[in-house]
């Protein structure tokens, strides 16, 4: 067998070429998909946060005008969450979905113009396999974001945060390759 001829010799060199680019086509293709299907459970996990925010800022109709949580409460939410994604995907592994809800509630302001927005209330809830779930900031750190309300008191937040692990190779490869990867979605809403 003459190696020089089998390196210089131009016949089967498309096959090859076509083969390769092929693997590699395959390949892009495979990561493609993996990053549409991640995109889409972020958008699922947005749908319930805000949905599961929305359900608990209705303190009035739902809750008896009780502004302050309970774990009763938390795990009633997050037994909506899962049902809301069981109906959006069937076939979806929830077993490690974790739900975490902060509350916080502010001390009543004693003159009109006052602007202090001192916490009287801070409280962290987690329901589920919530252990590493976390928003990106604090509740507590997000004083900012509440207004005043018509009686002249400044209206209590809740930030609901929905985590749920996924398999998802784009992820892996753009975070840690030792732990599952953690797709996370928040909601942060003011009582009603």
Wanted: glycine fraction near 6%; include cysteine.
């Amino acid at each position: 067998m003459n190696v020089h001829g089998l390196c210089t010799d131009r016949r089967g060199s498309v096959a090859v070429e076509f083969a390769m680019m092929m693997l590699l086509l395959l390949a892009f293709i495979f990561f493609l998909t993996d990053l549409v299907v991640r995109q889409a459970t972020i958008g699922r996990l947005d749908r319930v946060s805000y949905s599961v925010a929305g359900a608990l800022r209705e303190r009035i109709q739902l809750y008896d005008a009780r502004e302050e949580l309970n774990q009763r409460d938390v795990d009633q939410i997050a037994r909506l969450a899962v049902r809301m994604l069981t109906d959006m995907h069937e076939e979806a592994s929830l077993s490690n979905l974790g739900l975490v809800v902060e509350e916080l509630h502010f001390e009543d302001t004693t003159s009109v113009g006052s602007t202090n927005k001192d916490i009287s209330l801070y409280r962290r809830w987690q329901s589920g396999a919530g252990g590493t779930c976390s928003a990106p900031q604090t509740l507590n750190k997000l004083t900012q974001l509440t207004p005043r309300g018509s009686y002249g008191r400044w209206v209590p937040l809740y930030q609901v945060t929905v985590c749920l692990p996924t398999t998802s190779w784009y992820t892996r490869l753009t975070t840690s390759l030792t732990q599952d990867p953690l797709l996370t979605s928040f909601a942060i809403v003011m009582a009603r």
